[in-house]
């Protein structure tokens, strides 16, 4: 294969990738503790960095796409809405 673009914005090492079931949208975790989205298309972030506590180890998209799930090196799972970038909601 050979490189098609790369998408910078972390500042630390980015940790998982997840691909939007439903739209153009990528999110990546990083231990930079931000989840960023990206649409894939534009080549651009899609709403401002999600911000968390601890670094961000895992993320991945309901199977509908309208909420995305985090993972924290703490134990926390944090729920965004994709589309806006708000949380709605930890356990």
């Known amino acids: 294969g050979r490189l098609l ?10 940790y998982g990738l997840s691909f939007s079931p439903t739209t ?13 989205t990206w649409d894939v298309f534009e080549n651009k972030g899609a709403v401002e960095a999600l911000q968390h506590g601890h670094d961000v180890l895992a993320v991945t998209y309901r199977p509908d796409g309208k909420q995305l799930c985090s993972s ?14 708000i949380l709605q909601g930890t356990i």
């Open 5 to 14: 673009d790369m998408l910078a914005g972390h500042s630390g090492p980015v």
């Open 24 to 36: 153009a949208l990528l999110a990546s975790s990083s231990w930079d503790r931000t989840v960023r």
């Open 72 to 85: 924290t090196l703490d134990g926390q799972l944090h729920f965004w809405d994709p589309q806006e970038g």
